[in-house]
């Protein structure tokens, strides 16, 4: 630079030569700059609340970090971002045979969560296929250990056996079960029908029973009641009597009376069937 103004004639001063220092070092500076702030841009990171920072040195591991800000040397540490948050794995649909051989298609799901990011990191590939993989070989077994009937009216029970089962085994990794539900139980169709015929005969079955409850207490109420009319045969006449005035209310009607109806018992029908007789002509 001093060399262009000499070169120009141009006379400089030391203030001129000190700026002109300073020009000559500029990019430098600015480089230095740059590079200060890629190595910081590398060396900052951030996690959420539900997340944590599992970092290796040279391969090395050095623990987890977070939630929030944490430092990292650029191109020496390397870190594994793990979700503590549950995670719901759709497990599919499972041919099983029952313990009563019958083949049935299961599906489930699974709830599950990190507890631990170091040991789901070291101790695993890949915790999320794992915990798979495990879940429909534990559901495939369960299953087969039970009946059709069990199956159906014990899911609960199942569920939880399940569950169980699964974290005992996840535990290692660093994995906690919260739940595992089963979603559906497919039945063959020949299965279907045959429950369908066994629910409609236990409907019939049921019916019936109905029906013949209220047939023995209709007997046994007549049985009641014939009793107190041998008992009081004065109420047995007045029933016969409710009778034939009840039937001689009716148009077009021959009554024949028993022999041992009075004469003003008589008397007294006759006149309940005219004054029935009388009014439906009036109409």
Do not use: C
């Not at 009563?100 to 999320?128: I, L, S």
């Not at 107190?228 to 045969?233: A, C, I, N, S, T």
């Amino acid at each position: 630079m001093n060399g262009l103004f000499n070169l120009l004639g141009i006379p400089l001063n030391p203030y001129a030569m000190a700026i002109t220092a300073q020009l000559e070092y500029l990019p430098t500076i600015i480089l230095l700059i740059i590079i200060v702030v890629i190595f910081l841009a590398m060396s900052i990171k951030i996690v959420r609340e539900y997340e944590r920072a599992v970092i290796f040195r040279l391969g090395r591991l050095i623990g987890a970090k977070g939630p929030g800000l944490f430092f990292i040397i650029p191109f020496i540490d390397n870190f594994v971002k793990i979700d503590l948050r549950i995670t719901t794995a759709d497990v599919p649909e499972q041919q099983v045979i029952t313990k009563d051989n019958v083949t049935v298609g299961v599906d489930a799901v699974v709830y599950y969560r990190v507890f631990d990011p170091v040991k789901a990191v070291t101790t695993v590939e890949n915790y999320h296929y794992a915990v798979m993989m495990m879940a429909q070989t534990t559901l495939r077994d369960i299953v087969g250990q039970v009946e059709l009937d069990d199956l159906l009216t014990k899911r609960d029970e199942i569920n939880k056996k399940l569950q169980k089962i699964l974290d005992e085994v996840t535990d290692p990794w660093g994995i906690k079960v919260a739940a595992v539900t089963l979603k559906q139980v497919r039945l063959p169709e020949s299965m279907l029908r045959a429950m369908a015929k066994q629910a409609e005969a236990e409907r019939w079955r049921r019916s019936r029973i109905i029906e013949a409850e209220g047939e023995r207490q209709a007997a046994k109420i007549m049985a009641e009641a014939a009793r107190f009319y041998e008992e009081h045969p004065v109420a047995i006449r007045l029933r016969e009597l409710q009778t034939l005035i009840e039937v001689a209310r009716e148009k077009n009607m021959v009554i024949i009376a028993p022999s041992t109806l009075g004469a003003g018992e008589l008397g007294l029908v006759t006149a309940v069937a005219k004054a029935s007789s009388g009014g439906e002509e009036k109409k």
